[in-house]
């Protein structure tokens, strides 16, 4: 079946640590997303990417970096620069630039303990 | 500041009953409007959207309304039932944001049995 895959689904990772995130869709998408989900908030965005090896930052990427070496494949790494990591993370894609629906995975629960 | 805001963080209904989900926008360039359904430790799930050429958008028992003049869209479930009970999320686009969607800090609608 064809959709969005993120992993782990929850992570522990120690103060000082970077830690990534995997994403991989099978949906032969052009564009995708990184989302955090905080309590009592929307989701912001952290980067983006509209084609192979182009990304962009978002609204909060600092302390975030991304790469995109293949079309399925959208890492996200939460570096130590992150000053207050411990979030739900969301994935997502999209089949074209410009408006339209995103499509999401099921999300990553990180804790910085 | 705030381009998509929706006011209520949460909604009781009971089953049966219509529910009514709000959301305001500052941005008058936003084109196209979504709704988006997400439970808890899940990634979001479109429901329904509209473009801003239109005022009223129906799927089943989901209908979306938009008023440009006042820069408000709502959506409506009739009826509820209690699987509808979840957050739902409003989001914005516009032509060249390169699908970058805004998204509202979210309503938690509950409907009661």
Known sequence: D????QSPKYLFRKEGQNVT????????????????????????LIYYSQIVNDFQKGDIAEGYSVSREKKESFPLTVTSAQKNPTAFYLCASTIARGAGELFFGEGSRLTVL | DQQVKQNSPSLSVQEGRISILNCDYTNSMFDYFLWYKKYPAEGPT??????????????GRFTVFLNK?????????????????????????????????????????????
């Open chain 1, 2 to 5: 064809g959709g969005i895959t």
């Open chain 1, 21 to 44: 995130l995997s994403c991989e869709q099978n949906l032969n998408h052009d564009a995708m997303y990184w989302y955090r989900q905080d309590p009592g908030q929307g989701l912001r």
């Open chain 2, 46 to 59: 479109f429901l329904i959207s509209i473009s801003s050429i239109k005022d009223k958008n129906e799927d």
């Open chain 2, 69 to 113: 003049s006042a820069k408000h869209l709502s959506l409506h479930i009739v009826p509820s039932q209690p699987g509808d009970s979840a957050v739902y999320f409003c989001a914005a686009s516009f032509s060249g944001s390169q699908g970058n969607l805004i998204f509202g800090k979210g309503t938690k609608l509950s409907v009661k049995p």
